[in-house]
T-cell receptor
């Protein structure tokens, strides 16, 4: 697609429920990132996918968080047994991946985010 | 380890005046430096980047940034601020072209007053 698409744009859930957030990256982008942004705060890295390589999960805050990327395209971030502290905006970004940028560094294109509110 | 500091949480400037949003970094190698802007209820948008070459980088919407290696800084500037520039600005750094190594600063909220 023309941009990075995220759904849902807003999600309100009850504590203890599971949620799934979806990211559809720019077509052809091999790198995909998930970040979390708490109200008015900076970006917290969650997970990174690059092509068929094993994802970098070093930023996932607990084992309640998981993500997958099917067919090297769409990604789903799943949060199990949600807690109130999970409330945040979850941002997805994609880029062309290593070696594709002639200047040697890749620019991230972000989606508009999914705002999660856990009651 | 890489780190990025944005020493000001908030910057206020009058419309038409020059603006500066500060960023300093710490890396163990040659940095690639970026500025992103976030408008209300929107995702981050790329403004500009420094990779190599001229220390003064020009980007979108009339913004520019100057890479200063000795001061490890990459301050964002604009000669004449607009009210529409009011947003949250993030500085980011990465060291090499592989893996997840974008590190974002905490953000600076810019308010341009009419």
């Amino acid at each position: 697609g023309a941009g990075v698409s995220q759904s849902p744009s807003n999600k309100v859930t009850e504590k203890g429920k599971d949620v799934e957030l979806r990211c559809d990256p720019i077509s052809g982008h091999t790198a995909l990132y998930w970040y979390r942004q708490s109200l008015g705060q900076g970006l917290e890295f969650l997970i990174y996918f690059q092509g068929n390589s094993a994802p970098d999960k070093s930023g996932l805050p607990s084992d309640r968080f998981s993500a997958e990327r099917t067919g090297g395209s769409v990604s789903t971030l799943t949060i199990q047994r949600t807690q109130q502290e999970d409330s945040a905006v979850y941002l997805c970004a994609s880029s062309a991946g290593p070696g594709r940028d002639p200047k040697g560094a890749n620019v991230l294109t972000f989606g508009a985010g999914s705002r999660l509110t856990v009651l | 380890a890489q780190s990025v500091a944005q020493p000001e949480d908030q910057v206020n400037v009058a419309e038409g005046n020059p603006l500066t949003v500060k960023c300093t970094y710490s890396v163990s190698g040659n940095p690639y430096l970026f500025w992103y802007v976030q408008y209300p209820n929107r995702g981050l948008q790329f403004l500009l980047k420094y990779i190599t070459g001229d220390n003064l980088v020009k980007g979108s919407y009339g913004f520019e940034a100057e890479f200063n290696k000795s001061q490890t800084s990459f301050h964002l500037k604009k000669p004449s601020a607009l009210v529409s520039d009011s947003a949250l600005y993030f500085c980011a750094v990465r060291v090499d072209n592989y893996g997840q190594n974008f590190v974002f600063g905490p953000g600076t909220r810019l308010s341009v007053l009419p």
